[in-house]
Every structure is written in C-alpha cells, then in structure tokens.
C-alpha cells in the first residue's frame, strides 16, 4: 500500500548514471510509503497499487530536497560593524587578527543561551527550507570551550524539529584559537584532542569534524593533530582547506580520507591530485568569495577534469556569508564559478549528499532513498539557478511529510 502518488509532474533524479540532463523524466509519477521513494519512473508505466492518497502536481518539477552541506548557522549576534569596516578598506585577515572576526562572534555566542542559539538558527533554517533545503549540516565553532561547543551543537539538534528539516552536526572546536589561549596554542590544541573531541563524540553531539587550516587560524599539522583524534573518536572529518592561502590543507585532507574539503580558492595541482585519488569531496563556497570579494577563485576546470566531486553551499555565517540561500548559492556558483546549472544543482544534490557520507540515503531520487522531494513551480531545472529572488517553491516534503502546497490565489 503506497501512502502518497504524485502525478502530472515532472522528475529531475539526479542520479550519476542517468543520460539525459538532470537524469529528468517527463510526465513522472512518484510513490512514497514509510518516508520513502517506493517507485518512480514514467506515469505510464506507473503499476497500478492500492494508494491512500494521490495529487496531482499541475506540472511542476520535483527534485531531490537541496542539501546545504556547510553552514555555521548557530551564533550570537551579527558582525554589521566589521562589514562596514571592510568596506572602508581593512580586510577580514586584519580584523581576525586584531581580535575582531570569529572571537567577536565568539564572545556573542558564549553570552547567548541554548534557547536564543536554536531560535535564531531556526529563522536561518526556514529561510533555506523556503528555497527548498530539506538537510542543513551546521557547524560548531563559535563557543571555543567544551560547555560552549555543546550548547551550540544542542541548539543546532533544536533546529531540525523547529525549521523542519533535517540536521547533521559538525564540531568545529578548531575555528579559531580562543582568546584564554592566545599565548599557548599547543593547549588549545591538546584541550581539543584529549577531551573535546572525546567527549563530544561520547555524547554523540556531531557526526564530523572539521577544522579551520589557514594562517591566522590552525597549521596543517595541528589540524592533522585535531582530525586525527576526530577518527579515532570515530568521527568523519572535513576541512576548510586553501580558502585564502594555500596551506596543503588539500592533501591533508585526502591523505586523512576526509569526506571533504571545502572552499579551495587557492588550491594547487598537488591537492586536486591527491583530492583524486581519496575521493574527497570539494565543496565550494561562492556566496563567500562574493562576501569577501575574493578574487582567487577555485579551479573548477581542473576539478572537473580530475573527475573530483563539485559540492555548493552557502557557507551561512555573520562574517564571510551572511547569506541563508540555497538558491542564491545555486546562481553564484554559475555566474562566479562558471559551473553549469545541472553541476550547480548536482552540488546541492547528489554530490552534496556525498559531502556529508549520506549518499545511500539522501541527494537523489531513486527507490529506497528518503521521500526528500523540492517542488518547484519552473518549466525547466535551470531555472533554479538563473532567478533571483523569486518564488519558486510550491512544495516540500520531508521524509514523505508534505509542508502543504502553498497557494498563490
Ligand atoms: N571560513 C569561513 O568563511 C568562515 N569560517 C571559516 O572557517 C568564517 C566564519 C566567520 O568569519 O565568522
Ligand atoms: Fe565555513
């Protein structure tokens, strides 16, 4: 018995092996029960199975629920200030280092509770599922001491059951160095591996973690140091590797079997050979590069031809990405990056899935995979990258659960 059909629309799968464009099918139908995918394919091939409910979609396109695979969504505060100083001329290096930057959010983040932390997340997390994001992975790193880290990651449990969607948590205690340890790093990096990492993993509060490799931030070899007791701890890793330096943050990842690695402005031929050959993802961050006007940007040519899995996401945070669009994400990545709308999609779909280690169970639609379905009022899929601000969504389902049409008489 299905629960739910949809009829009278089309499917973009996304799936890797699919020929045509978007792996699309025209005129799909697409049966759901228990949460799931239970068929999908041509209508006219649809087998006729007792059915609760079907509805009819008047032609709209559905597509896997977009996947925002790196976000800081839980903070205090917001830095308008700071921008207003790099628009004047200082730059976010300069700020970091004279103790504005990650730290000023940081002070903001420790004065807030659990309760602020997730109610403002919450509202960032409504704004992507209005644009159709169905799964938000959202980072820690504004706390910068084990109580802080955990009220942050617990805010962000908060945030799937208030935005409806679903979360994946990352502990990013290696964002920054916290002011009390400004003199002595090497504790800092110790506090994270001997009793951060182990007790984060041990209340099971991520499932990954990352860490910040750049010159103002963490070496390659204290983040080698920082990941390497994230798996022993049993937890997949990740790193913003060569967003505005290249530090061999690439490497470092591969050589790890990081699920990914992410920003790479200033990645070289040695990283993505190595990104190659581990199968790391790269995830790349075009509404930053917008936000800091960097003028480096990542070099998509050369990831595509290593055959190197192209993730997008919005990178949502106070200082690089105050930005809370998968869409917007989608279009930048294209307009910026030159990727093509179908790569820009994939890169919130399929390869965003992968990002996150969840490609047996999100980031297309094939039978068995989550009923994660964005659905959207377009007549074609390029459309998702090419408007600005426009109000494509008609619906979403989570885990088979529709949000309820939205009606525009
Ligand atoms: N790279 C980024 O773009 C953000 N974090 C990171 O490691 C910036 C975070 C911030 O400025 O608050
Ligand atoms: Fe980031």
Not at 181 to 187: L, N, P
Not at 237 to 260: C, D, P, R, T, W
Request: charged residues 20%; aromatic residues 6%.
């Amino acid at each position: 018995m299905w629960n739910i059909l949809l009829l009278d629309c089309h499917a973009a799968t996304m799936t890797e092996t699919a020929k045509a464009p978007y792996g699309a099918i025209h005129d799909a139908a697409i049966a759901i029960e228990n949460g799931r995918i239970a068929w999908l394919g041509a209508a006219k091939e649809c087998p006729e199975v007792a059915t609760r409910e079907t509805r009819h979609l008047d032609g709209a396109w559905v597509t896997p629920g977009l996947i925002d695979c790196h976000t800081h969504l839980v903070f205090g505060g917001e830095r308008v200030r700071e921008w207003a100083m790099r628009q004047a001329g200082a730059s976010y290096q300069q700020i970091a280092e004279a103790g504005g930057g990650i730290l000023s959010t940081v002070r903001a983040t420790r004065a807030s509770s659990e309760d602020q932390l997730a109610q403002s997340a919450a509202n960032r997390a409504r704004t992507m599922a209005a644009h159709g994001a169905t799964t938000i992975e959202i980072k820690s790193g504004y706390g910068l001491d084990l109580p802080n880290e955990m009220k942050i990651l617990r805010a962000a449990a908060q945030v799937g059951p208030l935005a409806n969607v679903h979360v994946t948590r990352t502990f990013l205690g290696a964002h920054a160095i916290p002011p009390e340890f400004r003199d002595d790093r090497q504790a800092y990096v110790s506090l994270l591996c001997d009793k951060m990492i182990p007790a984060i993993a041990q209340a099971n509060l991520a499932e990954a973690c990352d860490a910040f490799c750049e010159t103002f931030a963490f070496t390659p070899q204290e983040a080698r140091r920082i990941l390497g007791a994230a798996k022993v701890h049993g937890l997949h890793v990740k790193l913003h590797a060569e967003q505005m330096s290249n530090q061999g943050g690439a490497e470092l990842a591969a050589e790890l079997g990081a699920l990914s690695a992410d920003h790479l402005e200033h990645l070289s031929a040695g990283g993505i050979a190595a990104m190659a050959k581990s199968g790391t993802v790269a995830v790349l961050l075009p509404c930053a590069y917008y936000f800091v006007r960097e003028t480096t940007k990542p070099p998509v040519d050369e990831l595509r031809r290593a055959g190197i899995p192209i993730a997008v996401a919005t990178d949502c945070n106070p200082g690089t990405s105050p930005i809370a669009s998968p869409l917007l994400a989608l279009n930048m990545a294209c307009t910026l990056f030159q990727l093509t709308p179908e790569e820009a999609l994939a890169g919130m779909t399929r390869q965003a899935a992968k990002a996150l280690g969840l490609q047996g169970s999100i980031g297309t639609l094939e039978t068995g995979k989550f009923a994660d379905l964005a659905i959207w009022n377009i007549s074609e899929p390029a459309e998702l990258a090419y408007w600005l601000g426009a109000d494509l969504l008609r619906d979403r389902y989570l885990h088979g659960r529709s949000d309820g049409p939205k009606s525009h008489d």
